[in-house]
């Protein structure tokens, strides 16, 4: 099934995925640590469509939530991700590669490189999750 990106559907569907998928699961058990999404606006890239916190422990997504993005206040996690909706949806799509996105700061991160770097696997299972849901047009 098919939901529109970024929505709670969306969102949701991923949280099941990742909490029933056994090779996330192996992959990411050694994983600590939650995660913002800022999904910013393809032509005002300072006004966020959607803020999306999740929860990653140990293999699970403990919570999967959108937040107010016109609240401005993002909650403290270990990592932020921002990019303009076309590039997470090129990286969620498989048109353009994360680790690729990442490197040319089309998918920007602020949090600790060196561990990101150390977990790549579990980067990439999690993206490839997130190519398991559907995106609706």
């Not at 990019?83 to 090129?90: D, G, T």
């Amino acid at each position: 099934m098919a939901y529109p990106f970024p929505s709670e559907a969306w969102l949701q569907a991923l949280m099941g995925i990742l909490n029933s998928d056994a090779r996330y699961a192996e992959i990411a058990r050694n994983w600590e640590g939650d995660m913002v999404c800022v999904v910013e606006a393809d032509e005002d890239q300072a006004s966020p469509l959607a803020v999306m916190y999740f929860d990653l422990w140990h293999g699970q997504c403990r919570k999967a939530q959108n937040l107010d993005p016109a609240s401005g206040a993002l909650p403290s996690a270990k990592f932020v991700l921002r990019a303009p909706r076309r590039h997470f949806l090129k990286v969620v799509n498989g048109e353009l590669d994360a680790m690729q996105a990442m490197m040319t700061r089309r998918l920007r991160i602020e949090g600790n490189m060196a561990y990101l770097l150390r977990n790549v696997p579990t980067v990439l299972d999690f993206v490839r999750c997130c190519r398991l849901v559907g995106v609706a047009a």
